[in-house]
């Protein structure tokens, strides 16, 4: 899973920005089931977010959970941050605001949906997973490769 927080300033995108933002991050993430990714957008208020001691009405943090697959090495590290800046360029930098982001990797051991263990990797039962666009139980023939 890839759950994305977004926290921006108030009225900085708008409902369709929003769709269409959560519809490019779910697009870098094409080997997964699209219902792995999550995106949430937290508006701030301008009291209520500070840069270097200052209010900050013009700055996006976005914080994001990687648990369904972790980065190999460097390289794709850094491609994947070149990604996100691009997809993200229009509704943020290219509106002057600032932004940072991180990205946590979490044990995949520690991670379930609707009390499921997401099936592995390329399995048979993550292949019907993406299909089916939800987590469904599935038997253990079904954590073969596919």
């Not at 779910?26 to 508006?43: A, C, D, H, N, W």
């Not at 013009?58 to 990604?83: K, Q, T």
């Not at 990797?105 to 048979?124: K, M, V």
């Amino acid at each position: 899973m890839p759950l994305w927080k977004i926290y921006h300033p108030v009225g900085k995108f708008s409902a369709s920005d929003k769709q269409a933002i959560a519809e490019r991050i779910t697009s870098i993430y094409r080997i997964l089931p699209k219902f792995y990714v999550g995106v949430v957008f937290q508006e701030v208020p301008r009291d209520c977010l500070y840069i270097g001691g200052e209010p900050a009405d013009d700055f996006v943090r976005i914080w994001v959970d990687h648990i369904a697959r972790s980065f190999s090495d460097e390289e794709v590290r850094a491609r994947f941050l070149d990604a996100v800046s691009q997809l993200l360029a229009p509704f943020i930098a290219e509106r002057g605001l600032r932004w940072e982001v991180h990205v946590d990797e979490t044990p995949f051991s520690l991670w379930t949906i609707q009390g499921l263990r997401p099936p592995l990797a390329d399995s048979l039962a993550e292949e019907r997973w993406i299909v089916e666009n939800k987590a469904t139980p599935y038997e253990a023939a079904e954590m073969q490769l596919a």
